[in-house]
């Protein structure tokens, strides 16, 4: 049997629902992802959008006659609307990724591949000399293409251990490999947004973002080596003056 859960202090659900259910009440707007619910098999809390993330739309013959009721006595619409209503709402649902909070992930990047240029022409030379002394001193040319790799592998796990992401309460920096560490800034709090694009990698396109608040002098957090960082400005931007892209 399913594991179920309780909704806190919500006396509209009183009965426990089932992962389905929340599902359906999410995207439906009956319920918020925020929301907290305890699991009836392991006594563990846990909030509406950790229960449901990842999950797609559940077919209508996987979900049982609801237990809840929605419906206010008010509503006088015919049933077809209200599946009509509630697929509109599962499309416009899954164009946003969400943290384990519920927040939804406005923006989400790594810096790019080009600010490791230099050390990919490194990895393509090494792969150059690796081809030619193959016809002369294979043992030299194995060398080099290791190190080639090895290097090509060292640029990828440097770039996809540092994340940037962009929702609509922070923006947070979250970097290393074994232990993920994170450093962030509430939305409200950010008194200042500095864009940097110059020599070499501005030319390329690359910019690095400043986020200062008002609680510290320095910087807060560094998006470094981002593409289109003046367009995740503007996005915080709009945050900042209340706009929701979310209801777009």
């Given at each position: 049997?399913?594991?179920r859960y309780?909704?806190?202090?919500?006396?509209?659900f009183s009965?426990?629902?089932?992962k389905?259910?929340l599902?359906?009440?999410?995207?439906?707007?009956?319920?918020?992802?925020?929301?907290m619910v305890?699991c009836?098999?392991?006594?563990?809390?846990h909030?509406?959008?950790?229960?449901?993330?990842g999950?797609?739309p559940?077919?209508?013959?996987?979900?049982?006659?609801?237990?809840?009721?929605?419906?206010?006595?008010?509503?006088?619409?015919?049933?077809?609307?209200?599946e009509?209503?509630?697929?509109?709402?599962e499309i416009?649902?899954?164009?946003?990724?969400?943290?384990?909070?519920g927040?939804?992930i406005?923006?989400?990047s790594?810096?790019?591949?080009?600010?490791?240029?230099?050390?990919?022409?490194?990895?393509?030379?090494?792969?150059?000399?690796a081809?030619?002394l193959?016809l002369?001193?294979?043992?030299y040319?194995?060398?080099a293409?290791?190190?080639?790799?090895t290097?090509?592998?060292g640029?990828?796990?440097?770039?996809?251990?540092h994340?940037?992401?962009?929702t609509?309460?922070?923006?947070?920096?979250?970097?290393?490999?074994?232990g993920?560490?994170?450093?962030?800034?509430?939305?409200?709090?950010?008194?200042s947004?500095?864009?940097y694009e110059?020599?070499?990698k501005?030319?390329?396109?690359?910019?690095?973002?400043?986020f200062?608040?008002?609680?510290?002098?320095?910087?807060?957090v560094?998006f470094r080596d981002?593409?289109?960082?003046h367009?995740?400005?503007?996005?915080?931007?709009?945050?900042?003056?209340?706009?929701?892209?979310t209801?777009?």
């Open positions: 049997m399913p594991a309780a909704l806190q202090n919500h006396p509209a009965d426990p629902l089932t389905e259910d599902y359906v009440l999410v995207a439906r707007g009956s319920l918020a992802r925020g929301e305890e009836d098999e392991t006594g563990a809390m909030t509406v959008g950790e229960v449901i993330s999950m797609r559940p077919r209508e013959s996987a979900v049982a006659r609801p237990a809840f009721r929605e419906i206010t006595p008010d509503f006088e619409g015919p049933p077809e609307e209200i009509e209503e509630a697929e509109d709402d416009e649902d899954e164009r946003y990724n969400y943290t384990s909070s927040e939804p406005l923006h989400r790594h810096p790019s591949w080009l600010a490791y240029s230099k050390t990919l022409f490194l990895a393509v030379l090494l792969a150059i000399a081809g030619l193959f002369f001193e294979p043992t040319a194995l060398i293409l290791v190190l080639s790799v290097v090509l592998f640029v990828f796990v440097s770039r996809v251990t994340e940037y992401i962009v609509p309460q922070r923006v947070e920096l979250l970097w290393g490999i074994l993920r560490s994170s450093k962030e800034a509430r939305i409200c709090d950010i008194r947004i500095d864009v110059s020599g070499l501005g030319m390329l396109g690359l910019g690095t973002i400043d200062s608040t008002a609680a510290n002098a320095g910087i807060e560094q981002l593409r289109r960082a367009e995740v400005k503007e996005l915080v931007r709009k945050l900042q003056s209340g706009v929701d892209p209801e777009d």
